[in-house]
C-alpha cells in the first residue's frame, strides 16, 4: 500500500467535537494516559530521556477500552469503508509524544508483523512527524490523515513547538 495523505479528513464540527472530548477537555474530566517509557528501543540497551510517550488505549483485543470509542468509530469507520477494502478494526490508541527542544526521531518500529493498514490521525498541528522507510516525512496537522501499510517499518518523533504531539492510532485489516 502507497502512503495515502488526506487533509481535513473530518468535517470541521466533528473534529473540533473529538479535539474537546480528548485532549482539550474542560470539563475536568481529563483524558487518562499510561506512560510507555521507551519508545520502540527494546532491548537496544538504549535509553533516551526523551524516548517516551503515552497513550490511551481506545480499542484492543476485539473490545472497546473507554467510553470513547463509539464516538470515534462512527466517526472513522464509515470514511474508512469507503477509502480503503476495511474489515475489522485491530487497534486504535491516542498517542501523546512530548515536547524536546529539537524534534527526535524514535527508533524505526512495525505496528504487527502481518500485513494490515495502519492510519496515523493528527489532533493537533506541530513540528513532529511519521517517517517512513523511504524518507518520506508526513507533518504533523490538525485533521490530517495518513494511511499506510504498518506492518513496514516507520518512525515516530517527539515536537519542538508544542507541549505535546497527539495523534490517534488506528489498525486495521
Not at 38 to 47: A, I, K, L, P, R
Not at 57 to 86: R, S, T
Not at 91 to 109: C, D, G, L
Request: charged share 20%; glycine share 4%.
Amino acid at each position: 500500500m502507497d502512503l495515502n495523505i488526506i487533509d481535513n479528513f473530518l468535517p470541521e464540527n466533528d473534529f473540533n467535537m473529538l479535539v474537546d472530548n480528548t485532549v482539550n477537555r474542560n470539563d475536568g474530566q481529563q483524558i487518562q494516559f499510561r506512560v510507555v517509557s521507551n519508545v520502540e528501543n527494546f532491548g537496544s540497551g538504549v535509553e533516551e530521556y526523551w524516548s517516551w510517550y503515552m497513550i490511551n488505549m481506545i480499542y484492543e483485543m476485539d473490545a472497546p477500552q473507554n467510553e470513547i470509542c463509539g464516538k470515534i468509530y462512527q466517526m472513522f469507520v464509515p470514511k474508512f469503508k469507503q477509502l480503503v477494502n476495511f474489515r475489522t478494526m485491530i487497534r486504535v490508541k491516542i498517542n501523546a509524544y512530548p515536547y524536546t527542544n529539537v524534534v527526535k526521531e524514535h527508533e524505526k518500529h512495525i505496528d504487527f508483523s502481518y500485513e494490515h493498514i495502519g492510519a496515523v490521525f493528527s489532533l493537533n498541528t506541530c513540528d513532529g512527524y511519521t517517517k517512513f522507510s523511504d524518507g518520506t516525512k508526513v507533518e504533523s496537522i490538525a485533521n490530517r490523515i495518513v494511511f499506510f501499510d504498518a506492518s513496514k517499518h516507520h518512525q515516530s518523533t517527539t515536537t519542538s513547538n508544542s507541549k505535546l504531539r497527539y495523534n490517534i492510532n488506528f489498525n486495521f485489516l
